[in-house]
């Protein structure tokens, strides 16, 4: 038989289980009594969460399994994970839900991608011919598709230096609600020192970041949480807390120059009545149960009403970029701004951290650690 055929005929074969051995992986055909060479083959292997169909419950569409470990293009950058984030959009990648988002490249029937995490932090494995801007060892956080794995290929682009004062479980919080925080407060709120500024959310992952850098950035910030987490947000540095079980921002009382509204339905009304006449409303996020548009018809009608009115209504597209992963780890590193976590979970438990996130259990960022590669090249 020859060296081809040998190994397609293995391939074929219904069970295969893997053996670890030094620089790799072996997998044996378990249906065959004759373990000689013709039977074995090494392949570089890693253990991944696996997402081969959209779905709303992440216990029914995600699964831990070995996959091949990935190779890279020439301006990308092989990154040994050590740990990833969960978000509310890795709800929305999972469940491929509100449609437009296939739409955007995730993937029109089926996901795209491995999996549906994004965030992650880890050490540089390998590079590509073109890169220049890393080399192995260094440790890096930042943006990528299926960070759910052990091993990911990442674009230099989506890439930095990881701050030095951070855990690669801290740093792995930051990436995906660090930037929406940063330019939701610095480019679309341009917050400015002085200035009142409202945080609707302030408990949840980019608004307890947002906290973070409005005070940063001088402002007098009110934060807008439930009653258990109301300590949390004063934690973060808050000058005034809102619980909106108790307490109505909008009772006339108080306006603010800036609204964050971070994953809120508000009625754009109601957030109206607590803005100045030339304040502004930025909407990040925004949840409902539609599967065409998924809250986003608000976002859509700010941004009509606001060609009408004296205010500033919008909304805006976080852009993944490394200068802002850069500018958020010089904050990190200055001591203004630190991920909160509530929580960690193994690889394993991806599902459970997703279910704690869109059960509203979670207050600040949740976090996914990977332990030790099951295989190497």
């Not at 951070?166 to 930051?174: C, H, N, Q, R």
């Not at 005034?240 to 609204?259: K, N, P, T, W």
Request: with cysteine; proline share 5%.
């Amino acid at each position: 038989m020859a060296a081809s055929d040998t190994i397609s005929w293995a391939f074929a074969r219904a069970v295969q289980r893997p053996y670890p051995v030094r620089g790799g992986s072996i997998w044996v055909n378990a249906n065959l009594l004759d373990p000689s060479p013709r039977t074995l083959f090494a392949v570089a292997t890693m253990t991944a969460i696996v997402h081969d169909d959209y779905g709303t419950i992440p216990e029914d569409v995600l699964r831990l399994q070995a996959v091949d470990k990935p190779t890279i293009a020439d301006d990308q950058v092989l990154v040994r994970v050590h740990a990833a984030s969960v978000d509310r959009g890795t709800w929305h990648i999972m469940a491929g839900l509100p449609y437009p988002i296939r739409i955007a490249g995730f993937g029109l029937r089926k996901p795209k991608y491995l999996n549906p995490g994004r965030s992650l932090a880890g050490t540089v494995e390998a590079v590509g011919n073109d890169v220049t801007g890393f080399k192995p060892g260094d440790e890096v956080f930042g943006i990528c598709d299926g960070s759910f794995a052990e091993y990911v290929s990442v674009q230099t682009d989506k890439l930095a230096p990881k701050p030095t004062n951070l855990s690669f479980d801290a740093a792995a919080a930051v990436p995906i609600s660090g930037l929406a925080a940063l330019q939701a407060v610095r480019d679309h709120g341009g917050v400015e020192a002085g200035q009142t500024v409202l945080i609707i959310g302030a408990s949840g992952g980019v608004g307890s970041f947002a906290v973070q850098i409005a005070k940063a950035y001088g402002a007098d910030v009110t934060g807008v949480c439930s009653t258990a987490k109301v300590d949390m947000v004063r934690g973060l540095g808050a000058d005034h807390v809102l619980d909106y079980s108790r307490e109505d921002f909008a009772d006339g009382q108080h306006r603010y120059d800036v609204i964050l509204d971070i994953g809120g339905n508000r009625r754009l009304s109601h957030l109206r009545r607590a803005l100045t006449p030339k304040g502004r409303l930025v909407i990040v996020g925004g949840e409902t149960e539609g599967r065409w548009l998924g809250g986003t018809d608000r976002q859509l009608r700010a941004q009509l009403l606001s060609l009408f009115v004296s205010q500033k209504l919008g909304t805006f597209i976080s852009s993944e970029n490394a200068a802002d992963l850069i500018a958020l780890r010089d904050l990190i590193e200055a001591g203004k701004l630190m991920p909160a976590i509530d929580r960690t979970y193994p690889l394993s438990d991806v599902a459970t951290a997703i279910r704690d996130l869109i059960d509203g259990h979670a207050r600040g960022k949740i976090v996914i650690t990977m332990g030790g590669p099951s295989g190497n090249s």
